[in-house]
């Protein structure tokens, strides 16, 4: 059962234009959430994290939004830019634990 | 530079035949991490090491083992055990756990 989901497995926003990615996670015990960027046969590179006793963090061009009553997390980035194409993924980890899990990605395409 | 070195890139074995994946970084990180990503998969927790000579199974253990002896070095055994292992592997290491975890470039294991 997957405790992490990203529903939508692509995205296509114009550039300059918003993005927003999705994530949804059914544990209550996940207390800091993570987004990650990957490229293709490359690790993935950190964005931007929050912990549960925010509802917001913001760093340059990116924005994290947690609203725990719903369960859900979000990322926008604007404005969006071309280097910004690449696969996103959402993680969340528990309390006192150290097992970071995955979404299964959401693929970000940004047309010029 | 600081930062974590996985080789090879690319590894082809036989079936049947055991592979080392080699991780190590020199970030000082006392964590360290072996995930694993199929296609169109998020990425799955297989080990991970919190102190040197102490590793965790994670969710998808079987067919793999590791050892922590130096605090820089966190090498995976894909053992002829494991049934499905072609896939794409990333090795991460954390300050601690309530950090965000850096990723190697990772290794594409080909079994044939």
């Known amino acids: 059962d997957q405790q992490v989901k990203q529903n939508s497995p692509s995205l296509s926003v114009q550039e300059g234009r918003i993005s927003i990615l999705n994530c949804d996670y059914t544990n209550s015990m996940f207390d800091y959430f993570l987004w990650y960027k990957k490229y293709p046969a490359e690790g993935p590179t950190f964005l931007i994290s929050?912990?549960?006793?925010?509802d917001k963090n913001e760093d340059g061009r990116f924005t994290v939004f947690l609203n725990k009553s719903a369960k859900h997390l979000s990322l926008h980035i604007v404005p969006s830019q071309p280097g910004d194409s690449a696969v996103y993924f959402c993680a969340a980890r528990g309390a006192g634990s150290y097992q970071l899990t995955f979404g299964k990605g959401t693929k970000l395409s940004v047309i010029p | 530079d600081g930062g974590i070195t996985q080789s090879p890139k690319y590894l082809f074995r036989k079936e049947g035949q055991n592979v080392t994946l080699s991780c190590e970084q020199n970030?000082?990180?006392?964590?360290m991490y072996w995930y694993r990503q199929d296609p169109g998969q998020g990425l799955r927790l297989i080990y991970y090491?919190?102190?040197?000579?102490?590793?965790q199974k994670g969710d998808i253990a079987e067919g793999y083992s590791v050892s922590r002896e130096k605090k820089e070095s966190f090498p995976l055994t894909v053992t002829s055990a494991q049934k499905n292992p072609t896939a794409f592997y990333l090795c991460?290491?954390?300050?601690?756990?309530?950090?965000?975890?850096?990723f190697g470039q990772g290794t594409r294991l080909t079994v044939v």
């Open positions: 929050i912990s549960s006793i925010k």
């Open positions: 970030l000082n990180h006392d964590a």
């Open positions: 090491s919190q102190i040197v000579n102490d590793f």
């Open positions: 991460a290491s954390s300050v601690g756990g309530r950090t965000e975890a850096f």
